[in-house]
């Protein structure tokens, strides 16, 4: 006997007195027979009485039993038929075996039985349904049938506990449709930040004469009006060349769709004022507050700005979006903001303990050359300064051989290790040529201090720098050499460059302006004046740039091998394993540039289990914007970028369509 049914003996009741007589009885025993058989009779119909009971008793719960079974089933039953959700059940082919009345009431009464549920909705394949399980075999979908939006809930059941027995599949039916429209509703109603500015206002101004200034404003103001009246936003102008516009989120898919022509029409106006005006539109949004959109709508417009400006960037959170930006930027004559810029960064220079100057990854001579100028920069005011630099090509290492003949450079350079250990929380760290955290050459020393400056001409991509102390980004200017020559002349007034600092920073400008080609203006001839007379030698420039026999035959090969795409468009590659990849492909890409017909060339190579991809173009073509689509950036005739690709034809095939989606905007802006 188990314990269970040991202890059952002494449950109060009717067991346990029937126990106690017949343990009485025994002890009466003893004392007196005749009393004893009298008591055992009364014990015995004791006994039958209990068993009566427990009988009558049995069949009592018996019959609530089966009662309550029958009342669950015809519940269950009646659930099932009557449940307020569509339900309907499917055999593991999709087949209908059962459906309640409300999924009828969505088919109208058709009749579904034995028929499969995917030739009534094709969304509802059962390979389709089968894939949106988790791994408690739950499933959930969402699909619109007849304009209705259901989300689709369910499960995997067993029919039964026979080994190898089938299966079948239960879903309910959702009517989410209220909730997905008051959803989109709120989402279209939301409230957009846009901050707008007239980003050449005051070289049109100039170039106008004054009695037509007004009629300038007048029409920037009147287009801007007409182009957003569909909206029904508020358009305020808050300052003499900056507008700030709130709108509804619904209307943004349509000016994105019109590919923001507002910029070609302000680009049109055409008041005899000699240079065309141009916006730059940055828009914030999915904020959670106001004020975030507030600081998103800021940022986006000073990343137009950061990248030549007439274009519109919308910033999303983290996520940015551009539109436009096909235009080449108009050079600023002033040097009011070098001047600036120059005694902020000496003030700097004469607070830190110790200056540490660093360019991109695998430095070019415009890096290196605009770290020499401000080495030298910091020097003149007494204080310590490196150079980090780890990788660079063969004109730099040109340029460094030249260097080693000087005594005071020769500790100056320093690896990315050696950077890190030297650095403290007082060391000003200035960034050049670069505004890109990850391109720099030490990326972990911007997290070691708060003392950053950055002085870089490339257009601003979305990555950036954003916590420099002093920011001096100029997009118009040629390269990073000529912006640091201007702020040199700023930060000391007779300041001294040897002849190779000199000739390292004309070289950095002669590169980036493919001497002076492209991107030149008047200040960039100021610039390559004042170097000549700190005694530049052209001829030991051009030495700086002369290649070996196999780096030549290498270019030539990659220029032979060139194929046309799109008429205009030449593109090649590198053979792999050459020396010096990257500047061969970048000097080739200019040499494409030279071929009849061709106004920009792509040339590709592999380095490091990437694929490197340099852009060259004469200006009708913005190889920015192209490679942008790859994760690269640059100039409007000068960019590059880095590509994660399994091999060359991958790196092709995506060029190729990075290329045909830029034409097709530029195509439909020209045409609208």
Not at 427 to 435: A, G, N, P, Q, S
Request: proline share 1%; net charge negative; hydrophobic share 40%.
């Amino acid at each position: 006997m188990d314990n269970k049914k040991f202890y059952s003996i002494f449950t109060p009741g009717m067991n346990l007195y029937l126990w106690m007589i017949f343990i009485l009885l025994i002890l009466m025993a003893f004392y007196n027979m005749w009393v004893t058989i009298v008591g055992l009779g009364v014990f015995c119909f004791l006994l039958f009485i209990n068993a009566k009971n427990k009988r009558e008793k049995s069949k009592e719960i018996t019959k609530y039993l089966e009662n309550l079974t029958f009342h669950v089933d015809s519940a269950t039953k009646d659930t099932l038929l009557y449940f307020p959700l569509p339900m309907v059940v499917l055999q593991l082919d999709g087949v209908i075996t059962w459906y309640n009345s409300g999924f009828s009431e969505i088919f109208e009464g058709e009749v579904l039985f034995e028929k499969p549920i995917q030739s009534f909705v094709k969304e509802l394949q059962i390979s389709e349904i089968m894939s949106h399980q988790d791994e408690k075999n739950h499933i959930s979908l969402d699909i619109v049938y007849n304009k209705q939006q259901y989300h689709i809930m369910g499960n995997v059941v067993k029919i039964d506990s026979i080994p190898g027995s089938n299966y079948m599949v239960v879903l309910y039916w959702l009517d989410n449709t209220e909730f997905k429209q008051l959803k989109t509703k709120h989402f279209n109603e939301k409230m957009i930040e846009s901050i707008i500015v007239i980003d050449n206002y005051e070289e049109v101004m100039q170039s106008t004469e004054e009695g037509n200034k007004p009629q300038v404003l007048a029409e920037i103001d009147k287009r801007l009006s007409n182009w957003l009246s569909f909206t029904g936003g508020v358009l305020k102008k808050f300052e003499r060349d900056k507008y700030i516009f709130i709108f509804e989120q619904k209307y943004l898919k349509q000016l994105e769709e019109k590919k923001f022509d507002i910029l070609d029409h302000i680009r049109g106006i055409n008041i005899q004022n000699k240079i065309p005006v141009t916006l730059s539109i940055g828009i914030g949004m999915h904020g959670t507050t106001f004020m975030e959109n507030d600081a998103y709508a800021k940022a986006a417009i000073d990343i137009a700005l950061g990248r030549g400006g007439d274009q519109v960037v919308i910033k999303e959170g983290t996520h940015l979006r551009f539109f436009g930006g096909t235009t080449k930027e108009l050079e600023k004559r002033t040097k009011v903001k070098a001047r600036v810029v120059a005694y902020a960064l000496r003030e700097l220079i004469s607070q830190a303990n110790h200056v540490m100057i660093m360019g991109h990854q695998n430095g070019d001579v415009d890096s290196v050359g605009a770290s020499i100028g401000l080495y030298r920069g910091v020097r003149s005011k007494g204080k310590r300064a490196h150079i980090i630099l780890n990788t660079y090509n063969s004109t730099v290492k040109n340029l460094l051989s030249r260097l080693n003949h000087t005594e005071e450079y020769d500790e100056v350079f320093i690896t990315k290790t050696q950077a890190l250990d030297m650095i403290t929380e007082n060391t000003l760290l200035i960034v050049t040529d670069t505004h890109r955290a990850s391109f720099t050459e030490c990326p972990e020393a911007l997290n070691q201090t708060e003392h950053i400056v950055v002085i870089d001409h490339h257009r601003r991509g979305a990555e950036f720098i954003d916590n420099a102390v002093l920011l001096y980004h100029e997009p118009y200017a040629s390269s990073a050499c000529e912006m640091v020559t201007e702020v040199l002349q700023y930060i000391e007034k007779d300041i001294k460059l040897s002849t190779i600092e000199a000739e390292a920073l004309y070289a950095g400008i002669a590169v980036d302006t493919k001497n002076f080609s492209f991107k030149t203006g008047v200040r960039t001839f100021e610039a390559a004046s004042f170097l000549r007379r700190a005694g530049m030698d052209p001829i030991a420039v051009k030495q700086l740039f002369q290649s070996d026999l196999e780096t030549y035959i290498a270019k030539a090969d990659i220029v032979k091998t060139a194929e046309t795409y799109k008429e205009s468009i030449a593109i090649s590659y590198a053979k792999d394993n050459i020396q010096n990849a990257q500047m061969i492909i970048a000097q080739s890409a200019d040499e494409l540039l030279n071929i009849s017909g061709i106004t920009a060339s792509f040339v590709l190579c592999h380095a490091n289990d990437e694929i490197l991809i340099s852009g060259r173009s004469l200006g009708d073509i913005n190889v920015q914007v192209i490679l942008e689509k790859l994760g690269g950036g640059g100039h409007l005739s000068v960019a590059g970028a880095q590509l994660s690709a399994s091999n060359m034809e991958e790196a092709l095939q995506k060029l190729k369509i990075a290329i045909d989606e830029y034409l097709e905007v530029t195509t439909n802006a020209n045409n609208n």
